[in-house]
């Protein structure tokens, strides 16, 4: 990520806004509030110490090095053991970076996906939530705790949250022979990206190493001719991306004006948690202010993040950025000392709640199941 306003880009590309218009359309249907009192939080597992999720991660994780193959381990066995009914990938891919000479760097990107058990290729939409898991190069011994170590923890617990209503919900839909229709097929994908980082300075070859070579390749990974999508890019119903959380009064913008509504729903979902006093944070504003935001601010700029290949390809983006960044940000104090642990929980239960309902779960709501005290 690059410093905030140093590098604004301008937005609006009426091609790339009228392919968003015209995605496909599905009812959305909001969580209960029971529902919502149902969601978890992580507790202890976001420990920096011994936490399950957090603490293995909160290492030095550059490309090539052995912190970003532990790294690798603790997503891949984590998956693996407790997620089976999850498909993983590596993309990998190598590269120059201006530091490191003729010598190629691997950069592997991993991805988790969790679709209808009857789709054929290019026949889901996939709810693609997204963070990287790299960290920079210097000052050496650099953590990322903010960036993106807590975005990487949040993304499996909210794997492992909406993992049995998933399993519930194809159950059902087989049973019932429902799937097999576009707007049915929901399925949802986790990209763990590398080398999003620069090596020396920001520049378009030398940041998002392992995002520019993974949407490249999906450009042009066609799909069979009658598929509904024709490529990996084309099932993206929303790609949202998790970045620089996990320090205390953090605030994440809206930028994009197509994917407004979506923001929106995450907003709504934080204000009606904060109003049943499921969220521990106490904020001087709320994590998503913009709800609100008039017609007229958008297209003023935006954070260059791993987003960007992507969306100069139509796909629609979600950036759960904060802005301003973290004061601890690319130093030495983006440590997990330095994170606030309710901000860091709030976040978990936030973005569960919104993978939840872009699910369509209240289908699956456990109506009998008695949330437990916070
Ligand atoms: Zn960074």
Known sequence: MITFLARVVLLVQPLILLSWLTSPAFAYTALSDHFLKL???????????????????????VPGTPGQAAAQEHFVNFFREELPSWSIEWFNSTGKTPVTGNREIPFQNLLF???????????????????HYD???????????????????????????????????????????????????????????????????????????GARALAERWETSYHPANSFYKNPLDQISMFVLLDLLGAPNPSVRSPFLPTHWA????????????????????????????????????????VEDDHIPFMRRGVPILHVIATPFPTVWHTMDDDGAHLDMPTVRDWARIVTAFALEWLDMMEVEPKDEVPASR
């Open 39 to 61: 969601v978890p939080s992580g507790g202890d597992d976001f420990d920096i110490d011994n936490g399950k999720l957090l603490a293995p991660i909160l290492i030095p994780r």
């Open 113 to 131: 996906k969790r679709e209808p058990p009857w789709v054929e290729e290019g026949q889901s939409n996939l709810l693609t939530l997204v963070a």
């Open 135 to 209: 960290s920079k190069i210097s000052p050496e011994g650099f953590i990322g705790a903010t960036d993106s170590a807590v975005p990487c923890a949040i993304l499996m617990h909210v794997a492992r949250s909406i993992d049995r209503f998933v399993t519930q919900m194809h159950d059902e839909m087989n049973a019932l022979g429902e799937g097999g229709t576009v707007p049915m097929d929901m399925g949802v994908q986790i990209l763990l990206l590398d080398g999003e980082e620069a090596f020396k300075d920001w520049t378009e070859t030398d940041s998002l190493y």
């Open 263 to 302: 923001y929106r729903a995450m907003a709504n979902i934080e204000q009606r948690m904060r109003q049943l006093n499921l969220l521990e944070s106490t904020p001087d504003g709320p994590f998503l202010p913009d709800a609100e935001k008039v017609i007229s601010r958008f297209g003023r700029g935006m």
